[in-house]
């Protein structure tokens, strides 16, 4: 069960997602549901269509259940499948 303490460990994709802070001000406030990951990147369904956002250079807020987890984005920067994987230490 995905919760705010284990989300980095968690398939993000389904997730709304918007952008709380980002080297690249246009992308900040951009909001709508993970549709895919890679590595590098988070691709975003928004009302005005896909865009794509590093997670190296951004920081963003997921909600999960009415809860808003705020997310760095160089915590969640690995391929999914090793993602998953990782331990947690306290974040």
């Known amino acids: 069960m995905i919760t705010p303490k284990n ?3 968690h398939e993000l994709i389904g997730l ?9 001000k246009d992308n900040i406030g951009i909001n709508g549901i993970v549709v895919n990951e890679t590595k590098h990147m988070l691709t975003i369904k ?8 590093a997670k190296k ?3 963003f807020m997921f909600t999960i259940n009415g809860k808003k987890v705020k997310v760095d984005g160089k915590r969640i920067e690995k391929k999914p499948e090793n993602r998953i994987k990782i ?3 306290k974040w």
């Open 7 to 9: 989300l980095i460990r």
């Open 87 to 89: 331990k947690v230490k």
């Open 46 to 53: 928004t009302k005005k269509g896909l865009k794509k956002v």
């Open 16 to 24: 709304k997602v918007s952008i709380a802070e980002s080297t690249n």
């Open 57 to 59: 250079t951004s920081t």
